[in-house]
């Protein structure tokens, strides 16, 4: 999937770059699982990947096996607003979604070895739909997805192909109707392909990365 997307689309990263993370243990020789974590939207501005990183991934165990990449992203780029195909923006909008996800993962082909079959995307606020719909698209570049915040479904969603590929939801009293329904779908396309756990210490549910990691 990356190869294509750099031959038909002509990847970059995103803008601003991105953050990256590699484990001491790190060595060429050996590819490694890499987690893309997609910053979260607080006060109508994306956080920076190393604010997010210090919310989230920091301390976890996965940073001793894995390549933790977060991408930094301009404050005009929306992810979970429906797009109407007629839009005179369109096209932008989805290549400049497309980039922060693909993109990122790109830039971090281009230093290190990654494990193709072990690539996660985890999402939060500002970006939980977008992921989801994501995974729609691409199930075959995922290993799994994490939504920390979880939104309900619209009927354009078509779960279909995502059938046996494992998600995460991150459940709160705000958002426990859309974990019900995501599992209730997810489920019936495969028995325990979704996995739900109560957040823990408020969002981003930091308190809750030990579940998150034993999961991964």
Partial sequence: PLDAFVVCCRARVPKKGFGVVVPKSYRHTQAMPLVLSLPS???????????????????????EDSIIAVPDLDDGLDFDTMLQADATNASTVRRDRKIAVLGTAVGVRTN????????????????????LRFATYSPQFLAGLILRDPQRLGDETGLGSMKGLPVLLISSDKTK???DELKAKLDALQPGACTVIDGEGGYPFKDSQKAIDEWV
């Fill in 177 to 179: 109707a859309a974990c």
């Fill in 112 to 131: 290190y070895r990654v494990d193709y079959a072990r690539i996660f995307l985890d999402c939060g606020k500002g970006s939980s739909f977008y992921g």
């Fill in 41 to 63: 939207r607080l006060d109508d501005k994306w956080e920076t990947s190393q604010n997010h990183f210090d919310a989230t991934w920091d301390g976890s165990a996965r940073t």
